[in-house]
């Protein structure tokens, strides 16, 4: 009975993302669809490709509760004037002659307390393009400090639901986990700060001959 279930329960989902073009859910249910066939292929009952399917995927609903509880944390958050307080208080602090380098540490720090790169993108990154654009800032710069600020945050947050599923999948310990992605997320996070501050530096002196991305070419 499990196997029918099963075989029933991925062809209705593939059905209703097609129908409602979830091209996401298209692309899960038709992997699943072509592994099945794969292992059936090499000898596996459906029987058994069922089972360890059910076996696998509930090992990932740790995943489904960090979302809920990351995404109602974000909504508490904004509703209650965290998230617009951390921008506020940012903001005050930034200097604009380091906006890029300002930019990249507060949308760091957000996405390492809320756990979520898109929950950082969405509200304290469209904050940052919004303050570059009055200031006159390359948006393109800018919209690279919020992903790679919001990335880092993210890869090294303990509420991260990516570092919660590959501590739960791989059984190791979830803090050792981020240690070690902190250790080789070093470098990078300081490299990217001296670039961003290399960005402004220079801007100062080409802003009415060159863009940004231009100056960048041509210094790099």
Do not use: H
């Not at 992997?31 to 696998?56: D, R």
């Amino acid at each position: 009975m499990k196997k029918y279930l099963g075989v029933i329960l991925v062809l209705t989902t593939m059905i209703l993302n097609i129908l409602v073009k979830s091209y996401v859910g298209i692309g899960v249910n038709g992997v699943l669809i072509f592994l099945g066939i794969i292992a059936l292929i090499k000898g596996f009952k459906l029987e058994e490709i069922v089972e360890n399917g059910y076996l696998s995927g509930k090992k990932s609903l740790l995943v489904i509760k960090i979302f809920l509880l990351v995404g109602g944390i974000s909504s508490i958050w904004i509703m209650s004037g965290t998230i617009p307080t951390v921008v506020y208080q940012g903001i005050r602090l930034m200097n604009p002659n380091y906006f890029y380098l300002s930019s990249f540490l507060i949308t760091s720090v957000v996405a390492f307390l809320l756990g979520s790169a898109f929950g950082t993108s969405g509200t304290v990154g469209i904050a940052m393009i919004a303050i570059g654009k009055g200031l006159g800032a390359d948006l393109s710069i800018v919209g690279g400090t919020v992903i790679s600020g919001a990335y880092f945050g993210d890869r090294c947050s303990p509420v991260s639901s990516s570092a919660n599923l590959v501590a739960t999948l791989t059984k190791t310990n979830l803090y050792i986990n981020i240690k070690n992605m902190l250790k080789t997320g070093a470098i990078p996070f300081v490299l990217s700060g001296i670039l961003y501050v290399l960005c402004n530096s220079g801007s100062n002196e080409i802003v009415k001959k060159y863009s940004y991305v231009r100056f960048i070419r041509e210094k790099f």
